[in-house]
Structures are given as structure tokens and as C-alpha cells.
């Protein structure tokens, strides 16, 4: 049974960082790309950064570029999402998502959450003084 949990989220300081860590169990990350959104109250779900399981390329939302990194440790199936220089504007639940690669075709899907099949439960973040 293919299986997110996230991890890492908490109460941060503005221009703080973070690491939020997603255990993936029942598939291998070489297969999915993989990928994390947000959602902060009242607004939509938002997409972040994108990897991908088989080469490691990543692709990255306008908003977070140069300032959020996401990785992946293929060995211990782990996709993580370094943050920095954290805003109150990023406090949101944080989630990662997966989907077979190749299931959904063109860039358009990376950040949409319709090219995710698989969600994990969320993680909060809070930035605030």
C-alpha cells in the first residue's frame, strides 16, 4: 500500500528555516514523481517544487524559487523540502504527493494538484514572531 507521511513542520521565525521530510513506503521513488504543495485557510492548494524519481530533475513554483530546495534520498525512500528565509505568507499545512511518472503528461500537471494521486495527511507550518 503506497503511503506519504510527512514531517518537520512547526513554529518558525521569520527569515527561519526548515526541513520538512516525506517518507514514501510501498513504492520506489525512482518510479514517481514527486512533488509538495500547500494550503494555507481559505486559499487553494498551491504547488511548490516538483521531483523527479528517475533523474532527479526539479521544477519550481515562481513564489518559492531560490529559496525553497526539494531533495531525495533514494536509499531511504525520503523526499525532503529544505526552506529558507521563511515568511508569515508561507505558514500554510504543508503536503507531499506522488504520482507514477508518466500518468500525467506535461509540465502543466508538476504544480496542479490534479497530477497527484497519492497525498499524504500534512504538516503545519507557522512563521511568526
Known amino acids: 500500500q503506497l503511503q506519504l507521511v510527512e514531517s518537520g513542520g512547526g513554529l518558525v521565525q521569520p527569515g527561519g528555516s526548515l526541513r520538512l521530510s516525506c517518507a514514501a513506503s510501498?513504492?520506489?521513488?525512482?518510479?514517481?514523481?514527486i512533488a509538495w504543495f500547500r494550503q494555507a485557510p481559505g486559499k487553494e492548494r498551491e504547488g511548490l517544487a516538483r521531483?523527479?524519481?528517475?533523474?532527479?530533475?526539479?521544477y519550481y513554483a515562481n513564489s518559492v524559487k531560490g529559496r525553497f530546495t526539494i531533495s531525495k534520498d533514494g536509499a531511504k525512500n525520503m523526499v525532503y523540502l529544505q526552506m529558507n528565509s521563511l515568511k508569515p505568507e508561507d505558514t500554510a499545512v504543508y503536503y507531499c504527493?506522488?504520482?507514477?511518472?508518466?500518468?500525467?503528461?506535461?509540465?502543466?500537471?508538476?504544480?496542479?494538484?490534479?497530477?497527484?494521486?497519492?497525498w499524504g495527511q500534512g504538516t503545519q507550518v507557522t512563521v511568526s514572531s
Open positions: 504527493a506522488a504520482a507514477r511518472s508518466g500518468t500525467y503528461g506535461g509540465t502543466y500537471f508538476y504544480l496542479s494538484p490534479a497530477g497527484y494521486d497519492y
Open positions: 510501498g513504492f520506489t521513488l525512482a518510479d514517481y514523481g
Open positions: 521531483l523527479s524519481g528517475s533523474d532527479g530533475s526539479t
